[in-house]
Antibody, heavy 125, light 107 residues
Framework: EVQLVESGGGLVQPGGSLRLSCAAS????????FNWVRQAPGKGLEWVSV???????YYADSVKGRFTISRHNSENTLYLQMNSLRAEDTAVYYC???????????????????WGQGTLVTVSS | DIQMTQSPSSLSASVGDRVTITCRAS??????LNWYQQKPGKAPKLLIY???SLQSGVPSRFSGSGSETDFTLTISSLQPEDVATYYC?????????FGQGTKLQIK
């Protein structure tokens, strides 16, 4: 069964750092693209970052220069390194992708049909 | 960046009603429009992709339409289990922006 499981969330002080993990099972992270999406308490969804199978990475302006997306192929895990954290980064962070068995059906649209359960990051003193 | 604007922000309807939610993109996104349903404490769930294609396992009362800049999600006969927040999202260009959400409740 393909699934994504996030971990690494917690309470951190403003200016601090945290690394989130998203462990994939049933497929190889090296072969697909992965996104991080966050949701502040009581708010909507915000796309944060993407890493493509070729290694290209992109970020939302709100996190550019502070967050780094990466993957460790042998651990089959996606990461989000978050530095210089601010109160407004407080959110549930989800990793999301297009599931391997549906990629051909979805074609170039690439919706996010596979999500992790989310991990809560709280930035507060 | 492409801005996605949903309306209404909240909606209350009766069981069996036909419900429509709209989403407008700030520029043309062809059919790169997806709809998600999110229930409290849960990850979003894909309902519609490519503006009008129903995701596998999603009830047929859900449908999507539109292209370029104007899109619609329709629930043909509202059921109690449809209470949730609905989001549109464009996958045309980075950043892959979401609409602000429409909270749907039962009257």
């Amino acid at each position: 069964e393909v699934q994504l499981v996030e971990s690494g969330g917690g309470l951190v002080q403003p200016g601090g750092s945290l690394r989130l993990s998203c462990a994939a099972s049933g497929f190889a992270v090296s072969d697909y693209y992965f996104n991080w999406v966050r949701q502040a308490p009581g708010k909507g969804l915000e796309w944060v970052s993407v890493i493509y199978s070729g290694g290209s990475t992109y970020y939302a302006d709100s996190v550019k220069g502070r967050f780094t997306i990466s993957r460790h192929n042998s651990e089959n895990t996606l990461y989000l390194q978050m530095n210089s954290l601010r109160a407004e980064d407080t959110a549930v962070y989800y990793c999301a992708t297009t599931s391997p068995e549906r990629i051909t059906i979805f074609g170039v649209v690439r919706p996010f049909d596979l999500w992790g359960q989310g991990t809560l990051v709280t930035v507060s003193s | 960046d492409i801005q996605m604007t949903q309306s209404p922000s909240s909606l209350s309807a009766s069981v069996g009603d036909r419900v429509t939610i709209t989403c407008r993109a700030s520029q043309s996104i062809s059919s790169y429009l997806n709809w998600y349903q999110q229930k409290p404490g849960k990850a979003p769930k894909l309902l519609i992709y490519g503006a009008s294609s129903l995701q596998s396992g999603v009830p047929s009362r859900f449908s999507g339409s539109g292209s370029e800049t104007d899109f619609t999600l329709t629930i043909s006969s509202l059921q109690p289990e449809d209470v949730a927040t609905y989001y549109c999202q464009q996958s045309y260009s980075i950043p892959y922006t979401f609409g602000q959400g429409t909270k749907l409740q039962i009257k």
